[in-house]
C-alpha cells in the first residue's frame, strides 16, 4: 500500500537520547523528566468544583446547535474584554487550539513554495505545520549575547519576495525571551516596509518575569497582525482545546483576513459549542487560580536560576523554560543526564540552537527541581 510523500518524511527512527529513555523505562528506571511543559502532571489544574458547574452549565447552553463560524459571541466578548476591548470581538476567531490557529494563518497567507520568516532557535512544531501547509520556513536569530533579543538586521536581511509572515514568539519557547515595546515597534516598521503581517504567538504571556504586562505587536503601527493565544497555558487546560485568533491592523486587511478565515473555520466548526460557552466563566472565576498558578511558575524559575547559579546562562524573562551553555558536547552531556541521573533533558539542535546547550523546563515540584537543577549545573561547571 503506497503512502503520500509528505506521510513518509513525517516519520523518522528516534535518535539516541529517547532509544536510552525508551531503553531506561523498559528497565523500570524513574526518568524526572524536564522537556514536558505539562502542568497538569504536577498538580496544577482548573479547580475541578468550579470547572464542573461551568461545563454543566455550558452543555445545557450547547444542548441546541446553533454554531457561529468565529464562534459564539459571548466567548468572544470575553476573549476581547481581556485584551481591553482593543482588539473587538467581532475580529477575534476561536480555533481548537494554537497548532491549529497556526495551521489556518499558514493556509491564509501562503502558497505552496511560500517562505514563513519564523525565529531562529525555534520550536519543531513548525516544522511539521509547515509541511502540511506546504510552506517553507526561514529563519531570523535571536542573540544570546543580547538575552536572546531578535536581530532585527538580520530579521531585515532574511525578508524576501517569498516572504508571507513573521511569526513572534513572546514569551519565547524555549529562551524565555520577551520582547521589548522598542523592538516591536521596529518590528512593526519592518512589516509595514514589506507589507507583511506578523503572527504574534502569546501562549506564555501570563508568565513574566520582569514586567506587569506584555508588549503586543497588536498595539503597534503595524498593518495587520494575528494574535494567537488561549486556555492551554493560560489555565492549565490543554484538554479544553479553547484557543483564538485576534486579527487587528488596517481595516481593509482585517476584513480581507476575517472574511477567509471564517469560510475556513465553517469549513470544520471544529470547536466544541459547550467548551465555547464555557469561556466567559473559566475567565471570570478563573483569577484566584491564575494567581496562584502564576506565583508557583515564578517561584519554581527562581529555584532553577538559584541552582544554575555560576552556570552560563540566559535568564527567562517569560515562559516555562531555560537554555544553558555548556563547555562540553550537548549530546553527551544528555545522555550522561539520563543515564547517571535519570533527568532528561534536550540538547540545544533539538530547537536549532548553535552547539553546545541544554534545554529544559523548571515545570517541577521543588525538591525534584533542586536536586535536578544541582545535578545539572554540576555538568555545565565541569
Given at each position: 500500500?503506497?503512502?503520500?510523500s509528505?506521510?513518509d518524511?513525517?516519520?523518522?527512527?528516534?535518535?539516541?537520547?529517547?532509544?536510552?529513555?525508551?531503553?531506561l523505562?523498559a528497565?523500570?528506571?524513574?526518568?524526572?523528566?524536564?522537556?514536558?511543559?505539562?502542568?497538569?502532571?504536577?498538580g496544577?489544574?482548573?479547580?475541578?468544583?468550579?470547572?464542573?458547574?461551568?461545563?454543566?452549565?455550558a452543555?445545557?447552553?450547547?444542548r441546541?446547535?446553533?454554531?457561529?463560524?468565529?464562534?459564539?459571541?459571548?466567548?468572544?466578548?470575553?476573549?476581547?474584554?481581556?485584551?481591553?476591548?482593543?482588539?473587538?470581538?467581532?475580529?477575534?476567531?476561536?480555533?481548537?487550539?494554537?497548532s491549529?490557529?497556526?495551521?489556518?494563518?499558514?493556509?491564509?497567507l501562503?502558497?505552496?513554495?511560500?517562505?514563513?520568516?519564523?525565529?531562529?532557535?525555534s520550536?519543531p512544531?513548525?516544522?511539521?505545520?509547515?509541511?502540511?501547509?506546504?510552506?517553507?520556513?526561514?529563519?531570523?536569530?535571536?542573540d544570546?549575547?543580547?538575552?536572546?533579543?531578535?536581530d532585527?538586521?538580520?530579521?531585515?536581511?532574511?525578508?524576501?519576495?517569498?516572504t508571507?509572515a513573521?511569526?513572534?514568539?513572546?514569551?519565547?519557547?524555549?529562551?524565555?525571551?520577551v520582547?521589548?515595546?522598542?523592538?516591536?515597534?521596529?518590528?512593526?516598521?519592518i512589516?509595514?516596509?514589506?507589507e507583511?503581517?506578523?503572527?504574534?504567538?502569546?501562549?506564555?504571556?501570563?508568565?513574566?518575569?520582569?514586567?506587569?504586562?506584555?508588549?503586543?505587536?497588536?498595539?503597534?503601527?503595524?498593518?495587520?497582525?494575528f494574535?494567537?493565544?488561549?486556555f492551554?497555558?493560560?489555565?492549565?487546560?490543554?484538554?479544553?482545546?479553547?484557543?483564538?485568533?485576534?486579527?487587528?491592523?488596517?481595516?481593509?486587511?482585517?476584513?480581507?483576513?476575517?472574511?477567509?478565515l471564517?469560510?475556513?473555520?465553517?469549513?470544520?466548526?471544529?470547536?466544541?459549542?459547550?467548551?465555547?460557552?464555557?469561556?466567559?466563566?473559566?475567565?471570570?472565576?478563573?483569577?484566584?487560580?491564575?494567581?496562584?498558578?502564576?506565583q508557583?511558575i515564578?517561584?519554581?524559575?527562581?529555584?532553577?536560576l538559584?541552582?544554575?547559579?555560576?552556570?552560563d546562562v540566559?535568564?527567562p524573562?517569560?515562559g516555562?523554560?531555560?537554555?544553558?551553555?555548556?563547555?562540553?558536547?550537548?549530546?553527551?552531556?544528555?545522555?550522561?543526564?539520563?543515564?547517571?541521573?535519570?533527568?532528561?533533558?534536550?540538547?540545544?539542535?533539538f530547537?536549532?540552537?548553535?552547539?553546545?546547550?541544554?534545554?529544559?523546563?523548571?515545570?517541577?515540584?521543588?525538591?525534584?527541581?533542586?536536586?535536578?537543577?544541582?545535578?545539572i549545573?554540576?555538568?555545565?561547571?565541569?
Amino acid at each position: 500500500m503506497r503512502f503520500s510523500s509528505l506521510a513518509d518524511s513525517l516519520t523518522a527512527p528516534k535518535n539516541p537520547l529517547y532509544l536510552l529513555h525508551d531503553e531506561l523505562r523498559a528497565a523500570g528506571q524513574p526518568i524526572l523528566d524536564l522537556v514536558k511543559g505539562n502542568v497538569n502532571e504536577h498538580g496544577i489544574v482548573y479547580p475541578q468544583d468550579v470547572l464542573s458547574q461551568i461545563l454543566q452549565d455550558a452543555t445545557a447552553r450547547a444542548r441546541v446547535y446553533k454554531p457561529d463560524s468565529l464562534g459564539q459571541i459571548e466567548a468572544r466578548d470575553a476573549i476581547s474584554s481581556y485584551y481591553q476591548n482593543r482588539i473587538p470581538s467581532a475580529q477575534f476567531v476561536i480555533t481548537p487550539g494554537t497548532s491549529i490557529s497556526y495551521w489556518y494563518c499558514f493556509k491564509l497567507l501562503a502558497e505552496p513554495g511560500d517562505e514563513i520568516l519564523t525565529p531562529q532557535p525555534s520550536y519543531p512544531l513548525f516544522d511539521y505545520i509547515a509541511r502540511l501547509c506546504g510552506v517553507t520556513l526561514t529563519t531570523y536569530a535571536l542573540d544570546e549575547s543580547e538575552g536572546w533579543a531578535i536581530d532585527l538586521e538580520h530579521l531585515d536581511r532574511q525578508v524576501s519576495s517569498r516572504t508571507r509572515a513573521i511569526v513572534l514568539i513572546s514569551p519565547h519557547n524555549p529562551t524565555g525571551m520577551v520582547a521589548s515595546p522598542e523592538q516591536l515597534h521596529e518590528l512593526a516598521g519592518i512589516a509595514a516596509r514589506y507589507e507583511i503581517p506578523i503572527i504574534s504567538d502569546e501562549v506564555f504571556n501570563e508568565f513574566l518575569f520582569d514586567r506587569d504586562a506584555l508588549p503586543r505587536p497588536a498595539f503597534t503601527d503595524a498593518p495587520l497582525v494575528f494574535t494567537l493565544n488561549g486556555f492551554s497555558k493560560m489555565f492549565a487546560l490543554p484538554g479544553m482545546k479553547i484557543g483564538w485568533i485576534g486579527v487587528s491592523g488596517d481595516e481593509h486587511l482585517v476584513e480581507r483576513a476575517l472574511s477567509a478565515l471564517e469560510l475556513v473555520s465553517d469549513t470544520f466548526l471544529p470547536v466544541s459549542e459547550a467548551a465555547q460557552f464555557a469561556v466567559p466563566h473559566i475567565f471570570a472565576k478563573g483569577q484566584q487560580f491564575l494567581a496562584g498558578y502564576r506565583q508557583w511558575i515564578i517561584d519554581s524559575r527562581n529555584v532553577a536560576l538559584e541552582c544554575l547559579a555560576g552556570c552560563d546562562v540566559v535568564r527567562p524573562a517569560g515562559g516555562f523554560h531555560v537554555t544553558v551553555r555548556l563547555s562540553m558536547d550537548e549530546d553527551r552531556a544528555a545522555l550522561q543526564l539520563l543515564r547517571d541521573d535519570g533527568i532528561l533533558v534536550h540538547p540545544g539542535y533539538f530547537y536549532d540552537i548553535a552547539p553546545d546547550h541544554l534545554v529544559m523546563t523548571f515545570i517541577q515540584e521543588d525538591l525534584d527541581l533542586r536536586k535536578a537543577y544541582t545535578a545539572i549545573a554540576q555538568l555545565c561547571r565541569q
